[in-house]
């Protein structure tokens, strides 16, 4: 049953993924342009040009556009959750490069430190001389 399941989705997104290249192009737009024409040459297809254009357009084409649309924001979806993952472990090892950086800023401002302070006990001027 999950087989036919899986058959039926694959088959029912290939239907709206083609659909919607063919209903979202310049060419489908000039056909109903055409189409809505035809009644003032032949008024005898009004009533033609008003079952394509609410039984199949408005019935059948917007919902397989709104189906197109969403399986077309899927990748898009995916692809900005991809590019999310990425930047947030970028900026992860940023962060943790930071995090070394202060560290060895610290060590070395302790050592510094340590430093001048046996040059200081070192120098014989460094005492005030009485």
């Known amino acids: 049953m999950t087989n036919f399941k899986q058959k039926m ?4 997104d290939q239907i709206a993924i083609r659909a919607n290249a063919v209903f979202a192009t310049m060419g489908f737009f000039w056909f109903c342009l055409i189409l809505t024409l035809l009644p003032l040459k032949w008024p005898a297809t009004m009533p033609f040009v008003q079952y394509a254009s ?3 357009l408005q019935l059948i084409a917007l919902p397989l556009l709104g189906v197109g649309t969403i399986l077309a924001a899927r990748s898009s979806d995916q692809l900005a959750k991809e590019q999310h993952d990425a930047v947030m472990e970028t900026v992860n090892d940023v962060r943790e490069m930071l995090s070394e950086l202060h560290q ?3 060590d070395l401002h302790i ?3 340590e ?3 046996t040059r200081e006990q070192e120098e014989p001027g460094s005492q005030p001389t009485a």
């Open 115 to 117: 430093v001048m302070e």
């Open 9 to 12: 989705e694959w088959l029912n």
């Open 111 to 113: 050592k510094v430190s």
């Open 104 to 106: 060895l800023h610290l």
């Open 54 to 56: 609410s039984g199949v």
